[in-house]
T-cell receptor, first 112, second 113 residues
Framework: ETGVTQTPRHLVMGMTNKKSLKCEQHLGHNAMYWYKQSAKKPLELMFVYSLEERVENNSVPSRFSPECPNSSHLFLHLHTLQPEDSALYLC???????????FGPGTRLTVT | DAKTTQPNSMESNEEEPVHLPCNHSTISGTDYIHWYRQLPSQGPEYVIHGLTSNVNNRMASLAIAEDRKSSTLILHRATLRDAAVYYCILRDVTQGGSEKLVFGKGTKLTVNP
């Protein structure tokens, strides 16, 4: 248990569906992150939120829409995804956008 | 892009020490060296970090070369539960000025019983 939970753990969705990934951290941190881990590729940083404001969007397509309603919760809204978006999506949190980050177990997403 | 170079894979036997190397020849004077690992079906977890001096914690030791262009993560007695991908990471900065981790491909460690 890292103090960061993600739901669902597995998700299969069609290209026309809309779904959301949820992340919750119980560590009192003020920064949260979304990463994507595709097969055969390193982890890629997608978004960074600090104090509930988005401070980094790493050229992510608009079909991925993050939301951070408070410092403990982070969502990733998905719509009209492509099969190449199938990957493990990882959430992390840290204090003050630092490099000591705590990761959740990830959501394994399959787009059919 | 990741600023570190690691072997793709290494093997070890259970109960033996493991030395995982990392090259970071372009490291700057203020860059900390971080190590994370990712066990199968889990997210990455922090292992250790250091700047200049060697560091020890309950999980591992970090030996940093005098010129800081390389480092070695040392697992003193490997167990089957240490089988994972180990990432050596230097601090980077986002366009927005936040610190970030840039993961490379890491070293996949196999521990044989």
């Amino acid at each position: 248990e890292t103090g960061v939970t993600q739901t669902p753990r597995h998700l299969v969705m069609g290209m026309t569906n809309k779904k959301s990934l949820k992340c919750e951290q119980h560590l009192g941190h003020n920064a949260m992150y979304w990463y994507k881990q595709s097969a055969k590729k390193p982890l890629e940083l997608m978004f960074v939120y600090s104090l509930e404001e988005r401070v980094e969007n790493n050229s992510v397509p608009s079909r991925f829409s993050p939301e951070c309603p408070n410092s403990s919760h982070l969502f990733l809204h998905l719509h009209t995804l492509q099969p190449e978006d199938s990957a493990l999506y990882l959430c992390a949190s840290s204090q003050d956008s630092g490099t000591l980050q705590y990761f959740g177990p990830g959501t394994r997403l399959t787009v059919t | 892009d990741a600023k570190t170079t690691q072997p793709n894979s290494m093997e070890s036997n259970e109960e033996e020490p493991v030395h995982l190397p990392c090259n970071h020849s372009t490291i700057s004077g203020t860059d900390y060296i971080h190590w994370y690992r990712q066990l199968p079906s889990q997210g990455p977890e922090y292992v250790i970090h250091g700047l200049t001096s060697n560091v020890n914690n309950r999980m591992a030791s970090l030996a940093i070369a005098e010129d800081r262009k390389s480092s070695t993560l040392i697992l003193h007695r490997a167990t089957l539960r240490d089988a994972a991908v180990y990432y050596c990471i230097l601090r980077d900065v986002t366009q927005g000025g936040s610190e970030k981790l840039v993961f490379g491909k890491g070293t996949k460690l196999t521990v044989n019983p």
